[in-house]
């Protein structure tokens, strides 16, 4: 028997995730979760730009240096499409982004690097833990609004470049691999803390997450998300050298 070409394609979209956002905005609670999404997305790409052009100064080279300003203007240029979508929706981007200012600028405060090696650490874990939380939720969203988030997750340069970075610099000096590898568990468990609070705290959202929304996720699959996201994070620390 012969396997239909189409038998590993993922099943075609439903509810909400096959609406465009004109269809799907007249839903007042799925309008403000996008929002909310919206609004933490926008200030997570202005941090992650300020970080990194910080990030810089501690380059040990002037192409390291440079590498880095080309990743916080990527950065910058995401942050701009997040703002402008929310402007097109006839949302206050500053208001937008307001509510989640305290918690993202707690968590890089928490999670400050004290070296050039743990930056790039952070820019390739603790980014990615993020981008992986966002993209989950993605799948569940109205096609417009999709293509924006996905578009906006789209990596940097940092993956590759940090990877390098790092597993030279392990091999040059073993020792280096136990301070990194407790440094991205701490990262680990700080990001998803903070994933978990910003959604608690915002009821639109953490409604569509639980499935308060057509579409949405069931208590069952947020722990499924959270397991996914776990597990994404342990190969990459395998891809940096690191346990774990």
Same mark, same amino acid.
């Given at each position: 028997?012969?396997?239909? /070409? *189409? @038998? *590993?394609? #993922?099943?075609?979209?439903?509810?909400? %995730?096959?609406?465009?956002?004109?269809?799907?905005?007249?839903?007042?609670?799925?309008?403000? %979760?996008?929002?909310?999404?919206?609004?933490?997305? &926008?200030?997570?790409?202005?941090?992650?730009?300020? +970080?990194?052009?910080?990030?810089?100064?501690? =380059?040990?080279?002037?192409?390291?240096? #440079? $590498?880095? &300003?080309?990743?916080?203007?990527? $950065?910058?240029?995401?942050?701009?499409?997040?703002?402008?979508?929310?402007?097109?929706?006839? !949302?206050?981007?500053?208001? =937008?982004? $307001?509510?989640?200012?305290?918690?993202?600028?707690?968590?890089?405060?928490?999670?400050?690097?004290?070296?050039?090696?743990?930056?790039?650490?952070?820019?390739?874990?603790? /980014?990615?833990? &993020?981008? /992986?939380?966002?993209?989950?939720?993605?799948? +569940?969203?109205?096609? /417009?609004?999709?293509?924006?988030?996905? #578009?906006?997750?789209?990596?940097?340069?940092? @993956?590759?470049?940090?990877?390098?970075?790092?597993? @030279?610099?392990?091999?040059?000096?073993?020792? !280096?691999?136990? +301070?990194?590898?407790?440094?991205?568990?701490?990262?680990?468990?700080?990001?998803?803390?903070? @994933?978990?609070?910003?959604?608690?705290?915002?009821? =639109?959202?953490?409604?569509?997450?639980?499935?308060?929304?057509?579409?949405?996720?069931?208590? %069952?699959? !947020?722990?499924?998300?959270?397991?996914?996201?776990?597990? &994404?994070?342990?190969?990459?620390?395998?891809?940096?050298?690191?346990?774990?």
């Amino acid at each position: 028997m012969e396997t239909p /070409d *189409n @038998a *590993n394609e #993922a099943p075609a979209p439903t509810g909400i %995730a096959a609406q465009d956002w004109a269809a799907a905005s007249t839903e007042p609670q799925y309008r403000a %979760a996008v929002v909310d999404l919206l609004g933490a997305l &926008a200030y997570g790409e202005l941090a992650a730009f300020e +970080r990194l052009a910080e990030d810089a100064k501690l =380059a040990p080279t002037l192409a390291d240096k #440079a $590498e880095l &300003a080309k990743m916080a203007s990527a $950065e910058f240029h995401h942050f701009e499409r997040l703002t402008e979508r929310l402007t097109a929706i006839e !949302v206050d981007p500053a208001g =937008a982004m $307001e509510p989640f200012a305290k918690a993202l600028d707690e968590f890089h405060h928490q999670t400050a690097p004290s070296d050039w090696l743990e930056g790039l650490v952070k820019a390739y874990v603790g /980014d990615s833990i &993020a981008s /992986d939380f966002y993209r989950e939720v993605a799948a +569940r969203l109205d096609s /417009d609004t999709r293509s924006l988030v996905l #578009a906006v997750l789209d990596d940097t340069g940092q @993956a590759d470049f940090a990877v390098e970075k790092v597993r @030279a610099a392990i091999e040059a000096d073993p020792r !280096v691999g136990g +301070r990194l590898a407790l440094w991205a568990r701490r990262l680990m468990g700080e990001a998803l803390s903070q @994933a978990q609070r910003v959604v608690a705290d915002r009821d =639109a959202l953490s409604t569509m997450l639980v499935g308060g929304v057509a579409d949405g996720f069931d208590l %069952a699959e !947020v722990g499924r998300m959270f397991s996914r996201i776990t597990e &994404a994070h342990t190969k990459r620390m395998a891809a940096l050298g690191l346990a774990a």
